[in-house]
């Protein structure tokens, strides 16, 4: 599993920042509670107990059937989590409400540029916010889809295409 060894990673990369005597105050991470989370909040205990680590949730998943991104009491208990959480919106604020501290930011993972706001000709044209996947094919079907629909609906939609950081 190439997250786990990336975890071990995350243990070295802190035991070279600790050997070569960087000052670490504060780090945010995002957290998604994988084993490459696991490792990068092990590693930073270990070498930089007092530095302040924030995990930021700028994702919204249904937490109710996957709970493997909630940390269980026994991560807790263990200290395998962020000193802080960081979620956007009241709505993941429930689900994280185990952990020490949770706290309410804005969620900035897909914002959208500002650009001029655009005038509708028809009070039936709607503007589709499409936010692409990671997953390349997912993200190209999600185009095509997309296109479809703008053929079909040419009048009526307005269609905004959000890239994933990772593609």
Do not use: C
């Amino acid at each position: 599993n190439i997250s786990f060894f990336l975890g071990q990673l995350n243990v070295i990369f802190f035991q070279k920042l600790k050997k070569e005597k960087i000052d670490i105050d504060k780090i945010i991470d995002w957290y998604e509670n994988q084993p490459i989370d696991k490792g990068f909040i092990i590693g930073k205990n270990l070498f930089f107990p007092k530095s302040r680590l924030k995990g930021y949730v700028g994702f919204i998943n249904d937490f109710e059937t996957m709970k493997n991104y909630i940390p269980s009491k026994l991560e807790i208990n263990k200290k395998i989590v962020p000193d802080e959480l960081l979620v956007s919106g009241k709505y993941l604020k429930k689900y994280f409400e185990g952990s020490k501290n949770v706290k309410l930011v804005p969620y900035l993972r897909n914002k959208f540029p500002q650009s001029k706001s655009i005038k509708l000709k028809h009070s039936s044209q709607k503007k589709i916010a499409v936010i692409l996947s990671a997953d390349n094919q997912e993200a190209i079907d999600l185009i095509e889809i997309s296109k479809y629909l703008n053929k079909k609906y040419k009048k009526n939609l307005t269609f905004h295409l959000k890239t994933h950081p990772m593609t």
